[in-house]
């Protein structure tokens, strides 16, 4: 049996043995092995210190395991160990240094948000390390121990004074002239890296020079990156290239410069070839696996958090993983100056600290977007449902942070204008009024410069289409945002894209601005109809708009309407205009309409299955045009029996529906009738028909091609029975079909559809109302069904067809002529003021804008519970969407 | 003084090896051999040896090269075989026989030498493609004797076309046997029933070849000093090296009996006892081939330990200074790193060993092993990595 001091040394041998592998592995970037070797000691020592001796002494020759151990951390188990071993050394901050380092390492990486005390840290001094360096043994785990502290300081603040203190100290204090460069070297790494953080590198660098070192070469070539020059980026890569071999450490650092430039460098090699070469080199790099693990680590966690949803009280423990493998990767790629991957490490903390935000501190959702926008981590927000969701979150943040943050996003250089587009797109309404010049002024240096065109993309004033129309200074912005407007109109291919802007533009500038504008799109040479429709689309609306235009604007419509030669537009035009100029244009007689839809629908019922075009019919926009005084059945029943047939293709039935929805409300009322009965069946026993297959013949035959064609013509259905309820057609029957279908069918219905749904009954309600009060109690809880199945998904549409029935004038009109008391009516009225009031705090900013509205309505007609709603009103009219706060002061439901 | 002094021979070793293996007993009876082309054959097989070594010796291994030969074949040479009368081993052999004992006494690691994977049996298993291992050396090491086969012949017909009739399975003074006796040394006796190739008299080359491979254990086979204070390599390097350290003489068979002294390093203890009992097991291993080796009335009889229980008394200073080498910083890691240089079957050890060979060596009367230390090192549940048992060997069992 051995004595005490002998076991003592035994284990200290042991773990300098483990000691002495484990920094030669951290030298050459060996973190897994590091990792491996550390948990051995750590948790062999765990077993060991049983007596206090054994703990000072395993504490001491352990220190370089805590440190190492945290430095090279994959996942969160050691994590723990060094938790467990710190509690069970009962280390607080004290008076040594080392033990200090290694408890604000363990904080840092925990509480990586949170302010840390340095008030009782004790800074190294140089009689501390004197003793140090006393033995013979190296400690070079206190040089590294300082350093990743510095990092992880300065990580949580890059500006703040914190870390220049802690590294002033190190290195003021250390009698070691190496360590004392190695301090000094880093100082100066992250003061030129803390830009980064702002979206810009911070220095100019003089790349000519010979002298200049790979690592300067790598940060010029960075800063011309993010400013577009990529003739400039082009040099720095040629010079690089020189100076890089595929085994050196610096390979990665260059290869992600290259695979970020490529597209924009001519002659850059094929990344068929490049990246296959990048993972092989990778490969044999030692630091490569530790990537893999932390990426690994992270998407796993990242997986787990999805799976479940995002919940709100639950994982914390993966939320931590992903925020810190993040921190890590973005630390190790700042040692080589590989921004490439520190941009990886930075789309990840982004989504952690939005996803974060949500729970916790909402200013995380902005901190996490803005390195979102820097790290280029969405590509489209219009194809990410729930980043789009996440923005939303920025609504509550505190005004004075959101104006920092649009004001952060602005001064971001070139190569982000996209996203901070992007981004200002989501926000629009939410940008807080007073920056709302600056971003003006932005957009129109943005517009006026010519690296725009790098960009892939011609224009980024579109979202300014939903800030336009409910900005209190819209009138002063078109006048600074007319230059780069008036330019964007010259270009027939932005009229689509930009037509809502021309039209808040044209109805809403100042009256020269907007005669500019109007002149400016009418001489423009197009002879594209696919255009012209989106000029002649932005002129009919600002005619409807802006009297004070109509002049400027009549010509060029009267112009676009021949040109487009189709009587759609020659009609509109007359019906807005009441002018008959176009009276040349070539219109169909009625009978010669009707030749031609039976035509269409005989052509196309031969066809069925063999096409793979669609071809569109234009004879469903002009329907409404013609009178329909007659009953046609010959019309009427080819068009049921294309709708009802099993080998028409669901596209071609959608023109069908339309003319036969439009009928509904143009013929006699036994037509409309005859018309309504058909479609409730179909409503009841499903739409027939064929899809788009892929083959004629093969095994693909049976395979179908999906859309959304069949929700169309659900849809369109709908709305023929909307017209008849309104028309007074067949009420009794849709009723007695929607009694059956509600409770049955619904909740295997479209839920795109169902608000729509929701929409017929309210109307149904109302109309029934007065003289069958039980059938409206009945059908109140049928739409209250549906509207629960509705809500979760639809929420702004549920809401607005509320207000279409309820709210709007003849809504109102009839609410006031019946019976407050009847059971129907106090279901419906108690329930929507509950929902009202819930729904006023809802994350999408569209449906606190249908709350706005209803809201608005109601209280201004003072319905019973108007006391309960007016203070929902006056908390939305603080909204901080715009157009939320302006609907709270408007009157009429659109 | 300038004078054109002429520089030294690079191949003097070679010409001193040449010699000293031509002038031994066991060539000199390998040369009565009928076999046309003989001399020239083995003059040229040593030539090759040299080249091989010179440029393709591993660091990881100790010396497969002509010393290592010259002293396989001299203690062949001077095999005392029992009874009165002092006559040796090769005297009393058909000179076909010696010359068959000799080549492949000479080929018998030639695969050590080289690493070309072209030597493979077509077709070989997957198993054996260097592609599937991590270690060079270990390659090298496992497949070394089935590379044999192709080796020979592409190392030899190099050097003439004259020796195609010794690969030649019809020409009657082919050297296919020696082949497969070489090939026999990785195999226990019992395994070579299996293959069916060898006769009697095969079987007893092959055990000669076999036992005086097993005997060049002592410190002569390396430079022990030079290698721990010069060369780099792991524990598992160092501890092979410190290994024939111990055994200090040569060791040679005289009239049907070996004698072996073993040392061990100053101030080492009665913890190190299961080095020695592996060590002593090792070369009681030779019993096993007993039975062949009577076939040629070369059995050996005695093995001679001493010590032949517990620890030597006798230091040796080849090792003075063991504990401060990395990973041997105390008696539980130096028992650790020796008794991994055993093959599983000196260690006796049931989980290295399947039952029928456990079975085949009762015959060796080995005695036990304490492998506490090993296998408290390797890890119970999980194995270890090289680093982490060496790490559980050193504090041993501290709790």
């Not at chain 1, 490049?274 to 990537?291: D, E, G, H, M, N």
């Not at chain 1, 009267?558 to 009276?583: C, M, V, W």
């Not at chain 2, 077709?123 to 291992?133: A, G, K, R, V």
Request: hydrophobic share 40%; aromatic share 8%.
């Amino acid at each position: 049996m051995t004595g005490p001091n002998e076991d003592c040394r035994t284990v200290s041998a042991g773990l300098q043995y483990l000691r002495k592998h484990a920094i030669d592995c951290h030298r050459s970037g060996d973190g897994l092995a590091v990792n491996h070797l550390a948990t051995v000691a750590i948790r062999r020592c765990g077993s060991f210190a049983t007596t206090d001796e054994r703990k000072s002494v395993v504490y001491r020759e352990i220190q370089w395991a805590l440190i190492l151990g945290l430095y090279w951390m994959v996942d969160d188990y050691i994590f723990y160990l060094v938790e467990e071993r710190l509690k069970a050394a009962e280390l607080e901050l004290s008076d040594d240094p080392a033990k200090d380092m290694i408890v604000m390492l363990h904080n840092h990486l925990n509480h990586p948000h949170a302010e840390h005390k340095w008030d009782d840290y004790s800074y190294p001094t140089a009689a501390w390390w004197e003793l140090q360096f006393a033995s013979s043994e190296s400690r070079d785990e206190l040089l590294i121990g300082f350093i990743f502290l510095i990092e992880l300081v300065w990580y949580q603040s890059p500006y703040g004074e914190e870390w220049k203190k802690l590294a002033s100290a190190c290195r003021d204090s250390c009698p070691n002239k190496g360590w004392q460069r190695d301090f000094a070297k880093l100082e100066e790494r992250l003061s030129i890296q803390a830009s980064l953080y702002g979206g810009t590198i911070g220095q100019e660098i003089e790349s000519n020079s010979e002298k200049v070192s790979p690592e300067q070469l790598l940060l010029s070539g960075w800063r011309l990156y993010q400013a577009c020059d990529h003739e400039s980026l082009a040099k720095v890569i040629g010079q690089l290239n020189t100076k890089v071999d595929a085994n050196s450490a610096i390979y990665r650092s260059f290869f992600t410069l290259v695979h970020f430039s490529r597209m924009h460098i001519k002659d850059s090699e094929d990344q068929f070839v490049s990246l296959p070469r990048y993972k092989y080199v990778s490969s044999k790099q030692p630091i490569a696996f530790v990537i893999q693990a932390r990426k690994e680590a992270e998407s796993e966690a990242l997986a787990e958090l999805a799976i479940a949803g995002f919940p709100g009280g639950s994982l914390g423990r993966q939320r931590w993983i992903r925020f810190r493998m993040a921190m890590l990767l973005q630390l190790q790629a700042l040692r080589t100056w590989d921004v490439g991957l520190w941009l990886e490490g930075l789309k990840t903390r982004g989504e952690s600290r939005v996803e974060l935000g949500q729970h916790q501190d909402l200013s995380l959702v902005l901190d996490g977007l803005f390195d979102l926008v820097v790290s280029r981590g969405f590509s489209s927000i219009e194809k990410s449902e729930l980043l789009k969701n996440r923005i939303q979150l920025a609504d509550f943040t505190n005004n004075e942070k959101r104006a920092a943050f649009v004001s952060n996003l602005l001064a971001l250089p070139a190569t982000y204008w996209r996203h901070v587009a992007d981004v200002l797109s989501a926000l629009s309404d939410a940008i807080p009024e007073e920056v709302l010049s600056d971003v003006a002024a932005w957009s129109v240096s943005v517009e006026q410069n010519d690296l725009i065109s790098m960009l892939w993309t011609h224009s980024l004033l579109g979202f300014w289409k939903e800030i336009l129309p409910f900005t209190s200074n819209s009138t002063e912005l078109i006048e600074s945002l007319t230059p780069a407007i008036v330019s964007a109109s010259r270009k027939p291919g932005l009229w689509e894209e930009l037509h809502n802007v021309f039209v808040a533009s044209l109805a809403n500038g100042e009256i020269s601005s907007a005669l500019l504008l109007a002149e400016t799109m009418s001489s423009t040479q197009c002879g594209e109809h696919h255009f012209v429709q989106y000029r002649y689309s932005v002129f009919i609306n600002a005619y409807e708009l802006r009297p004070e235009l109509r002049a400027e604007l009549l010509p060029c419509l009267e112009a676009d309407a021949r040109l487009l030669g189709n009587e759609f537009f020659a009609k509109t035009l007359q019906k807005r205009t009441g002018n008959d100029k176009l009276a040349d244009v070539k219109q169909l007689r009625k009978e010669d309409l009707r030749s031609a839809l039976l035509k269409q629908i005989r052509d196309r019922s031969d066809l069925s299955g063999t096409r793979v075009s669609m071809i569109e019919s234009t004879y469903n926009r002009i329907v409404s045009f013609y009178k329909w005084t007659r009953s046609d059945e010959e019309l009427v029943n080819a068009l049921l029996e294309a709708v009802e047939s099993h080998t028409v293709l669901f596209t071609d039935k959608f023109d069908y529906f339309l003319v036969l929805s439009k009928l509904i409300t143009l013929g006699p009322k036994t037509q409309a009738k005859r018309i309504v009965k058909r479609l409730l069946s179909l409503l009841l026993n499903g739409i027939p028909g064929k899809n788009f297959g892929f083959e004629k013949s093969g095994p693909l035959t049976n395979f179908t091609y999906s859309g959304n064609t069949k929700s169309s013509l659900y849809e369109v259905t709908l709305i023929g029975l909307q017209n008849a309820v309104v028309a007074g057609v067949a009420r009794d029957a849709i009723c007695n079909a929607l009694l059956e279908w509600i409770p049955g069918k619904c909740h295997e219905f479209f839920p795109e559809l169902r608000p729509r749904v929701a929409k017929l009954v309210f109307r149904l309600i109302l109309d029934i109302a007065e003289d069958k009060e039980d059938l409206a109690a009945i059908l109140a809880g049928h739409a209250e069904a549906l509207v629960l199945v509705s809500m979760p998904s639809k929420p702004a549409e549920v809401v607005s067809v509320f207000s279409q029935e309820f709210l709007s004038d003849d809504g109102v009109a009839r609410l006031k002529k019946l019976s407050p008391k009847a059971l129907w009516r106090v279901t419906v009225m108690k329930q929507w003021v509950v929902r009202l009031q819930r729904m006023s705090k809802h994350p999408s900013p569209d449906t606190r804008y249908a709350v706005a509205e209803a809201v608005t309505r109601w209280a201004e007609e003072e319905l019973e519970y108007a006391d309960a709603i007016r203070p929902v009103r006056d908390a939305l009219s603080k909204d901080p969407r715009m157009r939320v706060r302006k609907a709270a002061s408007q009157s009429k439901v659109s | 003084m300038i004078s054109n002094r002429p520089l030294p021979d690079p191949n003097s070793t070679l010409h001193e090896a040449r010699d000293f293996i031509f002038a031994s007993s066991l060539t000199r009876r390998a040369f009565d051999s009928s076999r046309k082309n003989l001399a020239n054959f083995v003059g040229d097989l040593l030539d090759a040896t040299h080249r091989l070594s010179l440029a393709c010796h591993l660091p990881e291994f100790t010396d497969h090269g002509l010393p290592h030969l010259c002293s396989l074949v001299d203690r062949i040479s001077c095999w005392g075989l029992p009874g009165v009368g002092g006559t040796y081993l090769p005297e009393s052999l058909a000179p076909d026989d010696a010359a068959d004992l000799l080549v492949a006494t000479l080929i018998h690691d030639l695969g050590m030498l080289s690493q070309n994977p072209c030597d493979l049996p077509q077709p070989y298993s997957p198993d054996l493609d260097p592609s599937q291992w991590t270690s060079r050396a270990l390659w090298v090491r496992t497949t070394h004797v089935v590379r044999l086969p192709r080796l020979l012949p592409r190392l030899m017909l190099d050097y003439s076309k004259n020796y195609e009739e010794f690969f030649d399975p019809a020409c009657p003074s082919n050297l296919l046997r020696a082949v497969e006796v070489a090939m026999a040394h990785q195999k226990w006796p019992w395994q070579w029933a299996a293959d069916g190739g060898l006769d009697a008299i095969g079987r007893a080359l092959a055990a000669v070849v076999s036992v005086a491979d097993l005997l060049d254990e002592d410190a002569g086979r390396c430079d022990t000093t030079t290698l721990l204070q010069h060369r780099g390599g792991d524990e598992l390097n160092r501890a092979h090296w410190m290994r024939h350290a111990l055994t200090a003489d040569r060791i040679l068979i005289t009239n049907g009996s070996i004698s072996v002294d073993v040392k061990k390093p100053p101030g080492t203890t009665h913890l190190t006892k299961p080095i020695y009992s592996a060590l002593r097991n090792h070369f009681r291993l030779i019993s096993l081939y007993e039975a062949d080796l009577r076939a040629i009335d070369a059995p050996i009889t005695n093995i001679n330990l001493n010590p032949s229980t517990g620890i030597p008394l006798t230091n040796t200073d080849l090792l003075k200074n063991w504990n401060a080498l990395e990973g041997f910083d105390n008696e539980s890691a130096l028992t650790f790193q020796l008794l991994r240089t055993f093959m599983g079957e000196a260690l006796k050890s049931p989980t290295r060993c399947s039952q029928e060979t456990l079975t085949q060596l009762a015959v060796a009367s080995l005695e036990d092993v304490d492998l506490a230390v090993l296998e408290a090192a390797q890890g119970s549940t999980e194995p270890r990595s090289p680093l982490e048992q060496t790490f559980e060997a050193i504090v041993g069992g501290v709790s």
